[in-house]
């Protein structure tokens, strides 16, 4: 057996512990209001896509496919319709081994006058429901994006750098950019640099017309986690979101924060569409019946699953 194989055996262990020691938490309390009306009635997280899926399922698809099956979903905005959706098109998880999907509604736990704050706030609040499942990582994900990922790779990453907090990354156009957090990082890929929807974001090194911008996808240590949460939630100044106040508090205080690159080391399609407003919503499900789609719904090897009528 030559050292490649030893070494991608060792990985594939690491990897493996890693996956069964995680836990996901899947924010899907988002109002959506740039969609307009169809988010009269539902969160943006329910919103159905492709003509089979609510977005939600895209996030969930990938937590299963990569292995991660002990899965919260917090919920807060006109969420009826995507309690249903989980309820009747996410309940095969084994309970048995361990499997779970459980649905967290925003229930003004510490204050009887505020929901949830931010992304921040929205974890902070639910902590006890994190720590009482006893999980080693946890994965932060955002309910409203459409792309397939492999979950897994960016754990090993994490693993590996032995990083404080790792953040899924993706290039856009320099002109899409300040609508997200842009990063610019060394060349060992630990992140130097964070601006939330910057007004002039910075480009890549090299290429002026892309930018570096977060997925909004996290992965902690739980125990980090709590700690990190519980000194934002004591910051009177903070507005409890994880790209405006976490992520830039830890790289001024000097912690390692590490960028994953999405689609670089998976063989699946480097894939990710933010569909807050209205135009990119229309034009990603127009992508899906494109003769060289780079999503396929259906592909084997990495299913979208849905299980509801969409209502």
């Known amino acids: 057996m030559n050292m490649a194989t030893v070494q991608a055996r060792s990985r594939s262990r690491l990897v493996g512990r890693a996956t069964r020691d995680a836990l996901a938490l899947v924010l899907a309390g988002g109002r959506g209001s740039r969609l307009g009306a169809l988010t009269n009635w539902r969160a943006k997280p329910a919103v159905p896509f492709g003509g089979r899926s609510r977005i939600i399922d895209f996030a969930l698809s990938n937590c ?29 998880l084994n309970s048995g081994h361990g499997e779970f999907l459980d649905i967290v509604p925003a229930q003004q736990w510490l204050s009887e006058d505020n929901w949830y704050l931010g992304t921040a706030d929205a974890v902070y609040q639910s902590l006890d429901f994190v720590t009482g499942y006893g999980p080693k990582y946890v994965v932060v994900l955002a309910g409203d994006h459409v792309y397939a990922m492999d979950y897994s790779e960016m754990l090993g990453v994490h693993v590996e750098t032995g990083s404080d907090v790792t953040i899924a990354c993706t290039t856009v156009p320099i002109a899409e950019a300040s609508e997200f957090g842009v990063m610019e990082v060394d060349a060992s890929g630990r992140i130097i640099g964070f601006e939330e929807k910057p007004k002039h974001p910075k480009p890549m090194p090299g290429r002026p017309d892309r930018a570096l911008v977060s997925m909004g996808i996290y992965v902690f240590l739980t125990e980090y986690l709590a700690h990190q949460l519980r000194q934002d939630a004591a910051d009177e100044n903070s507005s409890r979101d994880f790209g ?13 924060v590490q960028a994953y690159y999405y689609g670089k080391s998976s063989g699946e399609p480097h ?9 990119a919503y229309f034009n990603a499900n127009l ?20 299980g509801s009528v969409l209502v």
Do not use: C, M
Request: proline residues 4%; charged residues 20%.
């Open 64 to 92: 299963v496919n990569s292995d991660i099956r002990r899965i919260l979903v917090l919920t807060q905005y006109k969420s009826h319709s995507l309690v249903k959706h989980l309820l009747a098109g996410w309940n095969f």
């Open 244 to 256: 405006k106040n976490v992520i830039p508090r830890l790289l001024k205080q000097g912690y390692h």
């Open 271 to 279: 894939y990710w569409r933010d569909v807050g407003t209205v135009d």
């Open 287 to 306: 992508e899906l019946v494109s003769a060289n789609a780079e999503l396929d719904l259906f592909n084997p090897r990495w299913p979208i699953l849905s």
